[in-house]
């Protein structure tokens, strides 16, 4: 997949000012490396209310045609096969039948390969029943389980989680997760407080002690007008049943930055205006010194210029800087949910946290300072299922993996760094004086130092591999 990016300088040395589902140049700089694999472009670059940098005056069928010119194979979030069809019209109206027939050949050729790989040309037609034995049966289940829990970092561990091959049930204190309705790309999704995990598994590690829900709602109305589930309908555990546990084990999700139809990709269709992404919790307003305040890219609008003249319509670029906005967070009251339990708890019981890295783009870092000192130790899973933390969480399975990206130390971090070098990021250092850097990671015995870190940690690679010899 491309980027929605526009390749930019000043003198265009790179081509046209469009997004790169539609630039020869970025298209074709994956090509000069010998990728010939199937190219997909950007979700929503096609109708004209996506993103459609640079080609705002062309209609559907001519982004179309423009992007395959480019190189294109695919069109993402595109079901109107209307379009496709008249971009291909256009097409052939432009490079004659012959030349676009073979272009679309070639597109044909590298998805066809792809079927061809797998075996899906040769063989189309499943076996349902076989299908669902291959695909479900309990030996690949059992081992894709065990994948998953190979991939939980232990990020800290203040005496809290060791090898544990009793059988005792602790009683532990499991809070639930609270999510707010939101309206997304494939429809409603509705207000929820829910376990993170099904109550009938927790109970086969754990005496269960969890939160409960109002029967009175106070959210807002729902299309039926009956009022909904409110953060605050959420009644926390007591104190005083709290006081019969001996830890709690939070689940929560990274920060999810809000995703509905009107805003996507830091982009608020409503306002028509840019908003920052954030990696925290907490309120984020870029406007520290680190944030640009003129964009490095943006697309080329018609601008209001004075003259002599009068009032002047030019192109100029768009300032697409966010500087000054706040981002907006769809779950932010995760962070009331983690200070909850560390405020709360008895004060010889531990406080466990599980991240689990879900949603949108970005997806695996986050800002843990929020919460890390007054956390016991915290577990860190990149979209897995929950279930995957408990055998870390009671000491049955050891922790063995190791941070693929880094942890910044704020979100100032986040703006200070460069966009195209790597590890060039502020991480974040924990009460124990731990770095949480790429390659990171913790299992029973302390900070792992393997044959893995030692390969992973040599210096990176900062400019592009020669290209390989035609």
Same mark, same amino acid.
């Given at each position: 997949?491309?980027?929605?990016?526009?390749?930019?300088?000043?003198?265009?040395?790179?081509?046209?000012?469009?997004?790169?589902?539609?630039?020869?140049?970025?298209?074709?700089?994956?090509?000069?490396?010998?990728?010939?694999?199937?190219?997909?472009?950007?979700?929503?670059?096609?109708? +004209?209310?996506?993103? @459609?940098?640079?080609?705002?005056?062309?209609?559907?069928?001519?982004?179309?045609?423009?992007?395959?010119?480019?190189?294109?194979?695919?069109?993402?979030?595109?079901?109107?096969?209307?379009?496709?069809?008249?971009?291909?019209?256009?097409?052939?109206?432009?490079?004659?039948?012959?030349?676009?027939?073979?272009?679309?050949?070639?597109?044909?050729?590298?998805?066809?390969?792809?079927?061809?790989?797998?075996?899906?040309?040769?063989?189309?037609?499943? +076996?349902?029943?076989?299908?669902?034995?291959?695909?479900?049966?309990?030996?690949?289940?059992?081992?894709?389980?065990?994948?998953?829990?190979?991939?939980?970092?232990?990020?800290?561990?203040?005496?809290?989680?060791?090898?544990?091959?009793?059988?005792?049930?602790?009683?532990?204190?499991?809070?639930?997760?609270?999510?707010?309705?939101?309206?997304?790309?494939?429809?409603?999704?509705?207000?929820?407080?829910?376990?993170?995990?099904?109550?009938?598994?927790?109970?086969?590690?754990?005496?269960?002690?969890?939160?409960?829900?109002?029967?009175?709602?106070?959210?807002?109305? +729902?299309?039926?007008?009956?009022?909904? *589930?409110?953060?605050?309908?959420?009644?926390?555990?007591?104190?005083?049943?709290?006081?019969?546990?001996?830890?709690?084990?939070?689940?929560?999700?990274?920060?999810?930055n809000t995703s509905g139809w009107s805003i996507t990709g830091g982009f608020d269709m409503e306002t028509?205006?840019? @908003?920052?992404?954030? *990696?925290?919790?907490?309120?984020?307003?870029?406007?520290?010194?680190?944030?640009?305040?003129?964009?490095?890219?943006?697309?080329?609008?018609?601008?209001?210029?004075?003259?002599?003249?009068?009032?002047?319509?030019?192109?100029?670029?768009?300032?697409?800087?966010?500087?000054?906005?706040?981002?907006?967070?769809?779950?932010?009251? +995760?962070?009331?949910?983690?200070?909850?339990?560390?405020?709360?708890?008895?004060?010889?019981?531990?406080?466990?946290?599980?991240?689990?890295?879900?949603?949108?783009?970005?997806?695996?870092?986050?800002?843990?300072?929020?919460?890390?000192?007054?956390?016991?130790?915290?577990?860190?899973?990149?979209?897995?299922?929950?279930?995957?933390? *408990?055998?870390?969480?009671?000491?049955?399975?050891?922790?063995?993996?190791?941070?693929?990206?880094?942890?910044p130390a704020d979100m100032e971090a986040v703006e200070r760094q460069s966009e195209d070098l790597p590890?060039?990021?502020?991480?974040?250092?924990?009460?124990?004086?731990?770095?949480?850097?790429?390659?990171?990671?913790?299992?029973?015995?302390?900070?792992?130092?393997?044959?893995?870190?030692?390969?992973?940690?040599?210096?990176? *690679?900062?400019?592009?591999?020669?290209?390989?010899?035609?």
């Open positions: 997949m491309t980027s929605y990016s526009i390749a930019w300088s000043e003198n265009e040395e790179y081509g046209e000012l469009v997004a790169s589902s539609f630039s020869e140049y970025k298209v074709q700089l994956l090509r000069s490396y010998g990728f010939d694999g199937v190219i997909c472009t950007d979700w929503q670059v096609v109708e +004209d209310e996506g993103k @459609v940098w640079g080609v705002e005056e062309l209609t559907p069928a001519e982004r179309v045609c423009k992007a395959i010119k480019a190189g294109v194979d695919q069109f993402g979030g595109t079901s109107d096969l209307t379009i496709i069809r008249d971009g291909i019209a256009l097409l052939e109206e432009e490079l004659g039948e012959e030349a676009a027939a073979a272009r679309m050949q070639e597109t044909a050729k590298r998805l066809l390969v792809n079927y061809f790989n797998v075996g899906l040309f040769e063989n189309p037609y499943l +076996d349902v029943a076989a299908s669902a034995a291959t695909v479900a049966n309990a030996e690949d289940t059992a081992a894709a389980y065990k994948a998953q829990e190979k991939t939980v970092v232990m990020l800290k561990n203040d005496g809290v989680i060791s090898e544990n091959t009793g059988s005792d049930k602790p009683t532990v204190y499991i809070p639930l997760v609270y999510t707010p309705a939101t309206i997304g790309f494939v429809g409603q999704n509705y207000y929820s407080a829910d376990l993170p995990v099904e109550m009938e598994i927790l109970e086969q590690y754990f005496n269960v002690v969890t939160d409960t829900v109002s029967e009175t709602l106070t959210g807002p109305a +729902d299309e039926n007008g009956e009022a909904t *589930l409110a953060y605050e309908d959420v009644i926390r555990a007591s104190q005083e049943e709290l006081a019969a546990c001996d830890y709690a084990l939070v689940f929560t999700r990274s920060p999810k028509q205006s840019y @908003v920052p992404l954030s *990696l925290q919790y907490g309120e984020y307003t870029a406007n520290s010194e680190s944030v640009k305040k003129e964009s490095e890219a943006g697309r080329m609008v018609d601008t209001p210029t004075q003259t002599p003249y009068g009032e002047q319509m030019t192109k100029g670029k768009e300032n697409q800087s966010y500087y000054g906005a706040t981002a907006k967070l769809d779950n932010a009251t +995760d962070l009331d949910m983690i200070r909850y339990a560390q405020e709360n708890m008895p004060e010889d019981a531990k406080v466990i946290v599980a991240v689990n890295t879900t949603g949108k783009s970005p997806v695996a870092s986050m800002v843990v300072n929020e919460f890390e000192a007054d956390s016991d130790a915290i577990l860190y899973g990149l979209n897995i299922d929950n279930r995957a933390f *408990l055998d870390i969480a009671t000491g049955k399975v050891e922790p063995s993996a190791l941070l693929p990206i880094s942890l590890r060039d990021m502020e991480c974040h250092v924990d009460t124990a004086g731990n770095t949480y850097s790429f390659g990171f990671g913790m299992n029973w015995s302390g900070v792992i130092n393997d044959e893995r870190t030692a390969a992973y940690l040599a210096d990176p *690679l900062t400019e592009p591999a020669a290209k390989p010899q035609s």
